[in-house]
């Protein structure tokens, strides 16, 4: 491959690892404003290039409560099953024409319980999406840890009911100051008993140590987890870093969304690289990407060109993401190499 491979074009071609996307904050806005209009929602914007830009605006509230509030536009246009299907073959395709080489999709099917679908029949449509799709993926149920424990324990148990199904995980996302990890102890312990892989939201809007209670309670991975930049060059966090290191957790971090909610206040200044020099297993993901408008390939090439990594450090952060994949063994080893075989080919450009 060329010396000559701008950032961009390299950022373009590497082979990513897709761990953290919501499907409910990944549509095509061409696909919102007809799911909009089919469903006879208003939208808030008359084509989809400005509907795109009503959520660049939004995105800059500063704000993860404000920026969660996109997704009742999109849960409502989502809200039938051939919809959810559409949505997350869609999502695939997207990350596989980014150059994604597995990947890992995300939301709470209770949320359309008040449309009037069976969550069950939610799962199985969002499970056919994804299937539909030559890109290797799986899918994780979210419980929105702000709502009742017994739904969030109705939905891990839905995790392990559908485990090997097309399901591959379950997480705790949605508002997170206020309501710990351990508010839904006994959830994550159905999860965990049933041998459901856990990934839950910690980190991000609240304090450091919820990311490590969140490993406690049995997660692997952690969504985000930015927040253990604050433990960064301190006697007392350097503990804390250090236990969360042997726990040998996976931080999927978010960069754009984590400005966007104002996590962390630009690209240049996200802790990303100061975590992975620190030793923690770390990588970096979209989020949301009609909320932050961005892609895999966008997030790499603005750690390469505002946040000070190298493309050495990027491909390691794959290879990171490739281990802690909840696949099976086989998508990962061939994701693994795939990465490796790219590293091998440009070493002189990492």
């Known amino acids: 491959m060329s010396q000559a491979l701008t950032d961009a074009e390299w950022s373009r071609v590497c082979p990513k690892v897709l761990l953290h996307e919501h499907l409910d904050g990944g549509l095509r806005p061409a696909t919102l404003l007809e799911l909009l209009r089919a469903r006879g929602l208003e939208a808030p914007a008359a084509d989809h290039e400005a509907l795109a830009a009503w959520f660049d605006a939004r995105a800059h509230a500063g704000s993860l409560d404000e920026y969660l509030r996109g997704f009742a536009l999109t849960v409502g246009a989502m809200a039938t099953l051939p919809a959810l299907e559409r949505v997350a073959f869609e999502a695939a395709e997207d990350a596989r024409a980014d150059g994604c080489v597995l990947a890992e999709f995300r939301i709470a099917p209770t949320l359309f319980e008040a449309h009037g679908l069976r969550v069950e029949a939610a799962i199985e449509a969002l499970v056919a999406g994804l299937r539909r ?50 508010e839904h102890a006994h959830a994550l312990r159905i999860a965990r008993v049933s041998g459901v892989p856990l990934t839950l939201h910690a980190g991000e809007a609240d304090v450091a140590s919820r990311v490590l209670e969140a490993g406690r309670l049995g997660a692997s991975r952690i969504g985000h987890g930015v927040r253990l930049a604050d433990a960064l060059g301190t006697p007392d966090g350097a503990r804390l870093i250090d236990e969360v290191r042997g726990c040998g957790l996976h931080l999927e971090l978010c960069p754009t969304s984590n400005v966007h909610t104002g996590a962390a206040p630009s690209i240049a200044a996200h802790p990303i690289g100061a975590l992975h020099r620190a030793g923690l297993s770390v990588s970096f993901h979209t989020d949301n990407p009609l909320m932050s408008r961005i892609t895999m390939s966008q997030e790499a090439e603005g750690l390469l060109r505002q946040g000070g990594l190298t493309r050495a450090e990027l491909l390691a952060m794959e290879l990171a993401a490739a281990r802690h994949s909840f696949l099976e063994a086989g998508v990962r080893s061939q994701a693994a190499a795939a990465i490796r075989a790219f590293g091998d080919q440009n070493a002189a450009l990492s």
């Open 133 to 182: 799709s030559a890109l290797p993926s799986g899918l994780i149920l979210c419980a929105m840890r702000e709502r009742s424990k017994a739904e969030a324990e109705r939905v891990a148990a839905l995790a392990a009911r559908y485990l090997g199904r097309g399901v591959i995980g379950f997480d705790l996302a949605g508002a997170e100051l206020g309501h710990p990890p351990a």
